[in-house]
């Protein structure tokens, strides 16, 4: 069966970059004022940049807006390689290095928290701020990650047993079973049809795969990855029904770089939920870490 090309997520400007591994990667990018905020999708089986789509349609934010789709999903390429947090990390790095705009703010949605986290460690001079909306490495510490995970990724990548199990996660009642633990109210009906033409698309399973078999997911993130950060944080949460915040107030606590803002009554997407709270939020953090 043909399948139709994925259809733009947000209604912007677009610009196509190849990375330094040759991969190739969507963005979208709206004008402004200001330092650029670069907004970063999460991973599941149909990611794409329209999970920050409501940050382009709220003027509050003035400042450049840039939203790729990273590589594995969406209208980027979606090549059958390694994909890993290491991978992810270098793919962020070589995207602000790509935007050639200097140091950028960054939001990231849920486990790309942990991919953004690993990059400003890496280039700390590209990163001006985090923002991590739910994000994940919270939970309690995994003392190692463990072979398991890349035997469960075998297992998936079975030509028969892996797209059979995709094309069930694929499907419509599937994909809004998963969409609408993040609403209270249920999805947004264009959001699920988003998420299903993405998820559609050639070589949708191959990034995914790596997802479900739990191998984006640092062994402690919060020795490794969050405790060592020198930039401003903001981390946006509430209540997610996929992670916990064991260990986020200790974090937190005696860091002066640390901001902690609860959006009430939200699943895990405020800005979709809550979206003027979950602005203001954003806006008044990056006017005081300017």
């Known amino acids: 069966m043909k399948v139709e090309p994925l259809a733009a997520a947000i209604v912007a400007e677009e610009c196509v970059w190849s990375l330094s591994d040759a991969q190739t990667v969507l963005c979208y990018r709206r004008d402004g004022d200001g330092r650029p905020l670069l907004l970063l999708h999460s991973m599941n089986a149909a990611a794409s940049a329209y999970e920050v789509k409501p940050f382009f349609e709220d003027m509050t934010l003035q400042v450049p807006l840039y939203a790729p789709d990273l590589p594995g999903f969406g209208r980027s390429e979606r090549r059958d390689c390694v994909y890993s947090p290491e991978f992810y990390a270098r793919v962020i790095i070589d995207i602000v290095k790509a935007m050639d705009l200097g140091s ?4 990231a949605l849920s486990t790309t928290s942990e991919f953004v986290a690993r990059a400003a460690l890496e280039a700390p001079e590209l990163f001006h701020s985090l923002t991590l909306v739910s994000p994940t490495g919270f939970m309690r510490r995994r003392s ?11 297992v998936l990548r079975l030509p028969l047993l892996g797209s059979g199990l995709f094309r069930i996660l694929r499907t419509k009642p599937s994909i809004r079973f998963f ?5 209270a109210d249920g999805a947004p009906e264009e959001m699920v049809d988003y998420a299903c033409a993405s998820a559609a698309q050639p070589g949708a399973s191959y990034a995914p795969f790596y997802f479900l078999s ?16 020198k930039q401003p944080v903001l981390v946006l949460y509430d209540e997610d029904p996929n992670i916990g915040f064991d260990y986020l107030d200790e974090v937190a606590l005696g860091r002066d770089n640390w901001r902690l803002h609860r959006i009430p009554s939200t699943l895990g997407l405020p800005h979709f939920e809550e979206p003027e ?14």
């Open 104 to 107: 950028v703010d960054v939001l």
């Open 144 to 154: 190692s990650r463990s072979s398991a995970a890349e035997r469960v990724h075998g």
């Open 179 to 183: 969409l609408d633990k993040a609403f």
């Open 214 to 229: 739990t191998q984006f997911f640092a062994p402690d993130a919060v020795g490794e990855l969050y405790e060592p950060l």
């Open 277 to 290: 709270l979950t602005q203001a939020a954003l806006v008044s953090f990056l006017e005081d870490s300017a």
